[in-house]
């Protein structure tokens, strides 16, 4: 009968499966290292060992990785003459040749050696490197830092990913930590926040993916779209603004009062009202035109024309 010796340090390994025919096939079996994930009780506290040598020790869910690649090489399992018996040794000779050849190109090949050692990295402070890439903008630089404190926040926050929150590995990223981060974006956001904060956290995730970091993207088939029906910002109300205007106390600074309510009449940022010269003034067209900080550079739109009624002009004179 035909047989594989057993080499156990061989990666990959000849491995045969028998068919119903009398025959095997022959398929290379490659491991490729191991996971560990902590073991969690129902509340996402870690579980310790209690008694023998590993007590008071964490315990950790272990899962090996292998994967196999069909040859469509065939041998005779009991082969009942000489050219069976010959057919198999030259089977076996192309097998193991392959295996050598494969075994070669899996020591520097990413699914190897060298992927193992790069799916232990830090998700997390990828995305910090990820972040200070020069090709960024500063507005995008600041939006996908706001998206990443978002996530770090949402592992934090929620008991059965704390354990992650200063470190999380790219192989513990996973479909079902992403469905609770979606959640989580919904209870605690409102208007286009969410959806931001989402879609900077799938592009690092996607950068990972297209490094060869994660295996699989784990968002794939996540999508969160704002609710049409429902206010996205809050305003204020008609008397709530004649209040605030009518506020003063003492040591006020006048300047800023009437930037304050300038911006309450507007909806010009802060950032650019303090930026604002009387050169963004059309007195004869009765408009204010700026280009506003937070797309600037990197947007067609950043320019804004802003119509001034003559409370408005009375009010930057």
């Known amino acids: 009968m ?5 080499r156990k340090k061989q990666n990959p390994k000849l491995q045969q499966s028998e068919l119903s025919d009398g025959r095997a096939s022959l398929y290379l079996e490659y491991y490729l290292g191991r996971t560990e994930s902590p073991v969690l009780d129902d509340d996402g506290n870690q579980v310790f060992y209690t008694d023998g040598a590993m007590a008071g020790k964490p315990k950790y869910k272990i899962k090996h990785s292998r994967k196999k690649e069909n040859l469509n090489l065939y041998i005779w399992l009991h082969p009942r003459n000489q050219q ?8 076996f000779a192309l097998a193991e040749k392959i295996r050598f050849e494969r075994e070669q190109s899996f020591l520097e090949d990413r699914e190897g050696y060298r992927l193992r050692k790069d799916m232990d990295e830090d998700f997390l402070e990828f995305c910090k490197e990820f972040i200070k890439s020069p090709s960024f903008t500063k ?7 706001h998206g990443l404190q978002k996530f770090m926040d949402f592992l934090a926050g ?9 470190n999380l590995k790219m192989t513990q990223l996973t479909v079902d930590m992403v469905a609770a981060y979606v959640e989580y974006l919904k209870e605690n956001g409102t208007g286009d926040g969410p959806k931001i904060y ?16 994660i295996k699989k993207n784990p968002c794939r088939g996540f999508v969160l779209k704002n609710d049409n029906m429902t206010l996205q910002k809050e305003i204020l109300l008609p008397e709530e603004i004649q ?3 009518a506020t003063h106390f003492d040591g006020e600074k006048g300047e800023i009062h009437r930037a304050f309510i300038f911006g309450l009449y507007t909806g010009v940022r802060w950032c650019d009202t303090s930026l604002l010269t009387y050169r963004n003034v059309d007195y004869s067209t009765k408009t204010l035109r700026f280009q506003q900080q937070k797309t600037k550079d990197h947007s067609s739109r950043s320019w804004v024309i802003v119509p001034l009624n003559d ?3 009375r009010l930057i004179g």
Do not use: C, G, H, W
């Open 158 to 166: 929620t008991p059965r990913y704390s354990l992650y929150k200063k």
């Open 311 to 313: 409370t408005l002009i």
């Open 2 to 6: 035909a047989n594989l010796e057993n």
């Open 198 to 213: 989402f879609r900077m956290f799938k592009r690092m995730v996607t950068t990972a993916v297209d490094k060869d970091l």
């Open 84 to 91: 069976e018996r010959m057919q198999n040794k030259n089977t």
């Open 243 to 245: 209040q605030l205007v």
């Open 139 to 145: 507005y995008t630089r600041i939006t996908l830092k």
